[in-house]
Each structure stands twice: as structure tokens, then as C-alpha cells.
């Protein structure tokens, strides 16, 4: 009998189990989100995995970006009309939204906590998937203009 371990499967493992393979150019995508995990665009992916691979194309990212996605080893984070960011963090966590330089936080909830309790769901409605966001501005943005109105509640 095998040991029980709490490992999650690796990448490899996760995307295989969705009949899919880890092609080089998955790889480098996922490898560029998670070497800097910035929240970047599409486009900002592809700027990162050309230097190391210069044969692919922005179609290629996307679909690359589409199918990490899909078999869930990626989220997509929407803001606004803004184009789509692609987070690699799979925890339960929220994100925080400059409004001044457009940069993108992690939040990651309080110990022992689950971001659903936070509200009163009627017991006949069935989540599937849920976002919270913050807006303001970044402790830099911040610095630059202590006068600000916004404030961080308590």
C-alpha cells in the first residue's frame, strides 16, 4: 500500500490529467508567470517568453495562456475594460487594484477563513466561482500623494 502524501501534482501531472500534455511552449509560458508573479497581460507574456524562445507567436501565447487556464493551473484576472491578467496563485485570495499605476496585488485572506462566509448567500443559490477586488492605491502610489481620500477601513 502506497503512502498517503498531501503533495499537489506538478504542472506536468495537473495538465496531463486533462488529456493534455505540457508542450515546450506551455512550459515557457507558465514558467514566465511564474517567474514573476506580476498579474501580467498576454501581451506583457509573450514580451517575456520571446527572449527565450523567438519562434512564438502572440496567437500561440494566448493559446497557451487559454489552456493553462482551462485546466485550472492559471486564473484569469479581469479588471474593468482593461485586457485580461493572468494570476498563478491558486490559493483562495483576493486582488488589489492601483487606480493610479495599475498594478495588481495578491490579498491573501486572514487564518482560517474562507472568503464566502465574508457574506449572506440565500441557501438556494449555487457558486461556482467567485472574485473580490480591492481599489485604491499601492503603498508607493500612496506615498506620492499622502493627501489621498482613500483610506484603508479597519
Given amino acids: 500500500m502506497k503512502p498517503a502524501t498531501n503533495l499537489a ?3 506536468d501531472e495537473h495538465i496531463h490529467g486533462h488529456g493534455l500534455r505540457m508542450t515546450d511552449q506551455r512550459r515557457a509560458v507558465y514558467d514566465a508567470l511564474m517567474g ?3 498579474h501580467p497581460t498576454a ?3 509573450f514580451m517575456r517568453v520571446k527572449t527565450r524562445m523567438p519562434t512564438i507567436s502572440l496567437a500561440t501565447v494566448y493559446n497557451c495562456l487559454e489552456t493553462l487556464t482551462g485546466c485550472g493551473l492559471v486564473k484569469t484576472v479581469n479588471h ?7 494570476c498563478p496563485n491558486l490559493k483562495e ?3 488589489f487594484f492601483c487606480e493610479r499605476c495599475g ?11 474562507r472568503a464566502r462566509d465574508a457574506w449572506e448567500v440565500p441557501g438556494d443559490i449555487v457558486i461556482s ?12 502610489c500612496a506615498r506620492k500623494n499622502p493627501k489621498s ?3 484603508n477601513p479597519k
Fill in 36 to 38: 514573476k508573479r506580476d
Fill in 43 to 45: 501581451v506583457e507574456v
Fill in 93 to 95: 485570495h483576493a486582488h
Fill in 103 to 113: 498594478g495588481v496585488t495578491d490579498v491573501p485572506l486572514r487564518m482560517r477563513r
Fill in 9 to 11: 501534482p506538478s504542472p
Fill in 129 to 140: 466561482q467567485h472574485e473580490v477586488s480591492f481599489r485604491g492605491l499601492c503603498p508607493k
Fill in 149 to 151: 481620500k482613500i483610506q
Fill in 80 to 86: 474593468d475594460r482593461e485586457p485580461s491578467r493572468f
